[in-house]
């Protein structure tokens, strides 16, 4: 685990909950990410998760050509907690116990204004625009307010698969390819309608079997999460939560590719190994997931216009190209090269970055 410029552990002063925010690093300006409240086992699960989170995050800044470096906040909800054996996860403002979301919020704000400017929080899973509203009654260290950068996301994804399409097969077009999106919320679906607008087959899954009127609006097919991720495709899209790429579901991938938002989608460093041995190319998804935070960060914080924001976003296919390119060079995974140009970038050993990875 990387050496964290700061890590912060309370438990907040209006509703108990453990808030923990870490901030991996400020080598190239203020730390920035995501705002996560998830059930966990315990608080030291949440720590885990900020710690990895937020060290993605200082490699996804830096790849992404922005001026700041990574943190993470985690609201560590226990489970069970309105006494008929279901979890309380995420939602906005207003759902059931919107009065206690609200308090947590706020002792958010609190942890987060506490450190002095050096770390800006956005949304993440469990949160969005609504909760960041909130946040911000208690602190003007938040992202992600007054829009939702779900589209901007998407869009990045795109461009990463893209480049993994044209290195793989040698043409950027996806029309006619196929796809597996596992995970259809806020930026999974964004996926869905692209891919199918762009000639792709779309196949995709997720947990919320709600979410099926919404994949065969898009004219995608619907199935279910293992069917998904294991599905004969050219490039799987992991689109929901991390630690889906383990020792035990690689080798039955059938996918040429793997290109997703999914934050921390190895479960660890030498998962990257296993892909690689396979032969299937993954995009290190510090680079295919950047398009949210490069949105949220480059118009809020340093008001840049939509054309100048969109050239980022759409740069994205560009830089993972580049790392696919140097990792060809120096028969090495795509991970290790983006950790190498990450670490270049930030000014430190390169394995001090992209824990995630």
Known sequence: MPIHQRVVVERGTRTGFPIVVAVHSTALGQAVGGCRMAVYRDWRAGL???????????????????????????????????????ETRGGDVGAPGGGERRAVLHDVGDVVESLGGIFSAGPDVGTGPSDMRVVGERTEHVLGRDGYSGPAAAAGVVAAIQAVVADRFGSPSLAGRRFAVLGVGRVGAHLVDLLSAAGGQVLAADVDGSRRTVVESLGATWTDPRTCLTAEVDVLVPAALGGVLTAATVPALRCAAVAGPANAQLDEPATADLLHERGILWAPDVVAGSGGIIHAVATELHRETPPRVAARVAGIGDTLAGILEAARETSSTPAAAANRLAGFLIGEPAASTMAAC
């Open 48 to 86: 885990d998760d900020a710690l990895r989170l937020s060290a993605a995050m200082t490699s996804k800044t830096a790849l992404a050509g922005l001026p700041n470096g990574g943190g993470s906040a985690v609201v560590v909800l226990p489970g069970n907690r309105d006494g008929a054996g279901r």
